[in-house]
Nanobody, 120 residues
Framework: QVQLVESGGGLVQPGGSLRLSCAASGSIFSINAMAWYRQAPGKQRELVATITSGGSTNYAVSVKGRFTISRDNAKNTVYLQMNSLKPEDTAVYYC??????????????WGQGTQVTVSS
């Protein structure tokens, strides 16, 4: 089985920074795209940022210029550096990976989610 383990969430003041990480582990053959999503209370889950295996990135308009997604392919880990945080960024953040397991099945795997709270 493949799992994504997240870390780095917490409470931060507006304007502060936080770095999330998510490591994929298990019977992984290869990972294609990795991404971060977030879901605030009463809101639909939204895509925050994506990164391909080649390092191409895309961001939601709301986080462009403030967030940076990156990955370490050797560690099967994706990161989300969040700067200039706003209260509107408060949400549960989920990492996602599209990958092939050694059994050959293409899967979309989700992390458990980590809470990010931006408040004074």
């Amino acid at each position: 089985q493949v799992q994504l383990v997240e870390s780095g969430g917490g409470l931060v003041q507006p304007g502060g920074s936080l770095r999330l990480s998510c490591a994929a582990s298990g019977s992984i053959f290869s990972i294609n795209a990795m991404a971060w999503y977030r879901q605030a209370p009463g809101k639909q889950r939204e895509l925050v940022a994506t990164i391909t295996s080649g390092g191409s990135t895309n961001y939601a308009v709301s986080v462009k210029g403030r967030f940076t997604i990156s990955r370490d392919n050797a560690k099967n880990t994706v990161y989300l550096q969040m700067n200039s945080l706003k209260p509107e960024d408060t949400a549960v953040y989920y990492c996602n990976a599209d990958l092939y397991g050694y059994r050959g099945t293409y899967q979309s795997i989700w992390g458990q989610g980590t809470q990010v709270t931006v408040s004074s």
